[in-house]
């Protein structure tokens, strides 16, 4: 655990390279100097909120892991009180608003799950709102969150996918509703069994793995 170092990801990735990386090592960031988001985009980072990331040891490339990782995250906000919603694939909402985002990155046999969640602050963005877990619980504590998240990622990493997937779509924000999908309408009909989104678009079905839905 640190107070401040540029990004608790950018540190994973020099453990791993150093030799010092173990299956299941945690790292956490009080605040960010450089904190990284998906698409090059920044993670703003003050203080108050959980920055971690997660190092486990892997043998494949798993885009179903980042399911695994969205219901953990979901659950550990449930077990705060709250209602949150799953944004394909792993952006953690509440009434709409992102309060955390997961970032996955691979690095030899290991993978870095880089999790954000707003408790105290949440900065203004122009690509999406947000919010944070303090609007609906009062005084969460960081090390609070990161405890249940610690468990709930254990649990998720090892359940078997079908049990996963039921439980995504269960949180699924917009489930067998329509959203865009590059620039244009598709019905969010959920995950097949190997991880891949479902669209439709009247009769045509579409899977996709890697592109930005909007809700
Ligand atoms: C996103 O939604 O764009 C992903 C955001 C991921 C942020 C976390 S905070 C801990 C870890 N360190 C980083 O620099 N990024 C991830």
Aim: net charge positive; glycine share 6%.
């Amino acid at each position: 655990s640190f107070d401040k170092i540029s990004s608790t990801q950018d540190y994973a990735h020099d453990l791993i390279a150093r030799g010092d990386a173990h299956n299941k090592t945690i790292i956490q960031a009080l605040a960010q100097s450089a904190g990284r988001g998906r698409y090059r985009r920044t993670w703003v980072s003050h203080h108050g909120n959980l920055y971690a990331s997660f190092i486990y040891k892997t043998t494949e490339r798993d885009p179903k892991l980042s399911y695994a990782v969205a219901v953990a995250i979901a659950e550990t906000l449930i077990a705060l009180g709250m209602m949150p919603e799953i944004k394909w694939p792993n952006d953690v909402l509440i009434k709409g608003k992102k309060i955390s985002g997961v970032l996955i990155e691979y690095s030899q046999s290991f993978v870095i799950i880089g999790i954000g969640i707003n408790i105290k602050t949440c900065p203004t963005v122009k690509e999406y709102k947000t919010t944070k877990i303090n609007n609906f619980v009062k005084d969460a504590d960081i090390n609070n969150v990161l405890g249940i998240l610690i468990k709930e990622m254990d649990k998720w990493r090892k359940v078997n996918f079908l049990t996963v997937r039921e439980r995504w779509m269960d949180l699924a924000a917009a489930l067998n509703k329509v959203i865009q999908y590059h620039g244009k309408p598709a019905e969010l009909i959920g995950l097949n069994e190997d991880g891949a989104l479902v669209l439709r678009d009247g009769s045509r079905y579409i899977l996709t793995y890697g592109d930005e839905i909007s809700i």
